[in-house]
């Protein structure tokens, strides 16, 4: 093959990559699910008993699994590769979470369990904002695959 027809080829491909990133849309679901999940977790020490919090890890671990196999059948692209931006929204959001987690769990020793409000909507609103920037750097990457 001739080098002009190979940079043809190459052109031709890399227009239907950039085509299908235009068309690739983050659900708008995402965003508030994954939210919820974190704000749900956060929340666990104002459930009294001491299985609460292993069974809302675990549903919250599974409701990812799913979110994600959802998200692939709503977008029909399947993410192979993450990029350093969707690897810093992903560590951002589970530190995070973990963090205000700490910070419910501090309010629940101190008996002030009604304040635990304000860490769970702080982890909804952190983790909604980091899935739709992890989602929006994972599309934006289909464009650089090589």
Known sequence: MDPEGAAALLDDVQGDRTRLTQRVRTPKWVGPGFG??????????????NWAGSFVLTMALVAVIVMVHLSHRA???????????????FAAATLGTLALFSVALGFAATNLHWLIIAPACAAFALSSWLAKVFFSSMRQGLARVR
């Open 75 to 89: 977008t029909g692209v399947r993410f192979s590769r993450l990029g350093l931006q969707a690897w810093a929204a």
């Open 36 to 49: 919820f999940i974190a704000a749900l977790y956060v929340a666990t020490p104002a459930v009294p008993g």
